[in-house]
């Protein structure tokens, strides 16, 4: 829930065809009844994550819909504290988000097929070339990542937690799980 009580949901919807789907983000604010106080959609984007900003807007990672089957591209957007469309900021084709946290320089650190670090207004500040599927932003200005790397043993997946630098080094990864045959 928010500061206010009420609580924002975020989710996608898809219609089309398989060989031409058509994708929309939906976010839908309520109060702490559940009584919806709004609701927006944002027609091509496809959301996997936002975070709430101190302003009362959200910013959304995902990626945006591009043309023919399957195309998509990295993409994050601010809404304001209403839902209206603030800024929108679409890096490199084949490439998608899938979460993010705010830092602390007011800016964002997002993950998914790339470890990208956003300033405060979107402008992209750096990208690694680094999957994961969650992500921590510590208090002292470093990221954690969770994702899974083949066993080298077997080739399973094993869950990995990797640690960078505020800069996007990375300074740490440890693998979780059986080392031998599962």
């Known amino acids: ?3 206010d009580g009420s609580y924002v ?15 929309q983000t939906y976010l839908i604010k309520t109060d702490n009844n559940g009584a919806i106080l709004w609701q927006k959609s944002y027609a091509g984007k496809i959301g996997k994550a936002m975070v709430a900003t101190a302003d009362g807007g959200f ?22 504290a209403g839902g209206n469309l603030v800024w929108e ?4 084709g084949g490439s998608t988000g899938l979460d ?10 997002t993950t998914g097929t790339k470890l990208t670090k956003h300033n405060a207004t979107g402008v992209i500040s750096w990208t690694q070339i680094q999957q994961g599927n969650a992500i921590v932003a510590n208090a002292d200005g470093t990221f954690n990542t969770t994702t899974t ?11 990995v937690i990797k640690k960078y630098t505020a800069t996007g080094i990375l300074s740490s990864s440890n693998q979780i799980g059986p080392t031998g045959s599962d």
């Open 89 to 92: 900021v679409t890096g490199e």
């Open 59 to 80: 910013v959304v990672v995902g990626s945006v819909q591009g043309t023919g089957a399957f195309q998509v591209w990295y993409q994050l957007f601010k809404v304001d």
């Open 149 to 159: 790397e083949p066993n080298i043993v077997n080739g399973n997946p094993n869950l």
């Open 9 to 23: 949901a975020l989710g996608e919807g898809r219609s089309g065809t398989d060989s031409n789907p058509i994708y």
């Open 100 to 109: 993010i946290q705010q830092t602390i320089d007011g800016g964002f650190i």
């Open 1 to 3: 829930s928010l500061a």
